[in-house]
């Protein structure tokens, strides 16, 4: 085993014996300079934190002797205890998800319905759990869209995602604010997308990050087709955690999610991931901003607060990142979608369940309640015939200036989410109806 002489503090060691050597979480200085020396050696980093700005990766032991070889390019190189052991068995796996869906819809069959959106490449359903007062019929109700598990080994993103079901079906009825949740929204939630890289993690590999194509995997979250291999986001090789895929939605997991979004036209969509406690929204690649980003940085800055996780994009925030799942939503669906990455760099991928579970989802209900609550506030919402109107211009009031073009949705509705303020809207298709200075400092709702 290699034999660093720098300034260790401690050594954490993944015990599995499926691996060739064994592999560290190894901490550094966070700065622009790191995280570019990670990226260009495509070494796996797992976290960043930013009270203590610190960057953490997992290296092999061959990684490691490239690395101290390279003294110069390392600020700080410490070994934090305790961050690559395998999950406790209080975490879930693929057939204990399949388990707590079918029962919660067993429990509670009048506002619960489930949904098949796909199948893994090793043939496991992707199940997705709808909440809604009439479950079974589509009301032209605004959709929020909460997923978990893009990546393996992020075991505790489950945990979110089944407290989230717990919480809003076991109040339906006693709270008013989740009984309204629950009547005039219709709630989607995929509790564990990569099933097959989940079994893979807890069976062969507790570091294992991708889907199991071929053996080596497909980071499913450097899959998706907008901005696909399009900023050094993302990786080639097969070997690399981020290893995109030889084109974009080619795998299975991908396809059954954009077809999915593309059925529901969620408003919102929060992905699970951990750990690094930040929230992020679009893009992962450095973008030039359009003016509707304003109402999604707004929104993500109150998640963050509500939280106390640091907002940004993911280039702001940690590195380049092509081909994830947020963007491809934002910009082909209108979608205002989030990653939460939860946990700290103090507890990784898999922290002691029985101390950290509750404390972590309790601490993320704010965040997800929070869009519940956004519905009602700044935006225009309504319903028109859809053979009629197909666009929605939105101006600044008094102007000809352009601030966002909307797709109304197939069904005639849309639930266009602002920052406050007043509004000119231009409605255009086949024909053309006109809105003037609305003031939109709460929920306004159209129909004609």
């Not at 929060?270 to 707004?298: D, L, W």
């Not at 979608?335 to 002691?352: A, D, K, L, M």
Request: hydrophobic share 35%; proline share 5%; aromatic share 10%.
């Amino acid at each position: 085993m290699f034999n660093w002489k720098g300034s260790l503090i401690a050594l954490a060691l993944v015990s599995t014996s499926v691996w060739s050597q064994e592999s560290f979480i190894v901490r550094f200085d966070l700065n622009e300079g790191m995280k570019t020396y990670l990226r260009a050696n495509e070494f796996d980093i797992t976290g960043v934190n930013y009270q203590t700005n610190e960057i953490e990766a997992l290296l092999t032991e061959a990684e490691l002797a490239q690395v101290s070889s390279q003294k110069s390019a390392v600020m700080k190189f410490a070994f934090p205890q305790n961050l690559a052991v395998a999950p406790d068995d209080g975490y879930k796996n693929p057939d204990e998800i399949t388990d707590f869906v079918n029962d919660i819809h067993a429990k509670y069959p009048d506002i619960t319905t489930i949904k098949v959106i796909g199948k893994t490449l090793e043939g496991r359903d992707i199940l997705a759990l709808k909440i809604s007062d009439n479950p079974t019929i589509d009301e032209a109700e605004p959709a929020i869209l909460v997923n978990a598990m893009h990546h393996a080994r992020e075991v505790m993103t489950p945990e979110i995602t089944t407290d989230m079901v717990e919480y809003l079906t076991t109040n339906y009825g006693q709270k008013s604010e989740v009984t309204n949740w629950v009547n005039d929204t219709a709630i989607w939630v995929i509790p564990m997308f990569n099933l097959d890289g989940n079994n893979k993690m807890w069976n062969e590999n507790s570091m294992w990050r991708k889907n199991t194509r071929n053996g080596h995997g497909v980071d499913i979250n450097r899959n998706y087709p907008t901005g696909w291999n399009s900023c050094n986001g993302s990786s080639a090789s097969t070997s690399a955690q981020d290893y995109r895929g030889t084109g974009p939605a080619s795998e299975p997991e991908t396809q059954a999610m954009m077809n999915f979004v593309a059925s529901i036209k969620p408003v919102f969509n929060i992905s699970y991931h951990s750990y690094s406690e930040i929230v992020i929204y679009p893009f992962g690649c450095r973008p030039n901003k359009t003016p509707t980003t304003e109402a999604v940085e707004q929104i993500g800055a109150e998640i963050g607060k509500k939280l106390d996780y640091k907002p940004g994009t993911a280039w702001e925030l940690l590195y380049n990142a092509d081909g994830g799942d947020i963007d491809w939503m934002y910009t082909q669906h209108q979608v205002i979608p989030f990653v939460i990455e939860v946990n700290s760099t103090n507890q990784g991928f898999h922290p002691g369940y029985d101390k950290w579970r509750d404390k972590t989802v309790l601490r993320n209900r704010p965040g997800w309640m929070h869009l519940f609550a956004r519905l009602n506030g700044p935006s225009l919402q309504g319903l028109v015939d859809a053979s009629e109107y197909q666009t929605i211009k939105i101006l600044k009031t008094g102007t000809s200036t352009e601030l966002q073009t909307y797709k109304i949705n197939p069904d005639g509705s849309f639930y266009i989410i602002l920052k406050a303020g007043t509004y000119d809207f231009s409605f255009e298709g086949l024909k053309t109806k006109k809105l003037s200075k609305i003031d939109v400092n709460q929920k306004v709702e159209v129909k004609f």
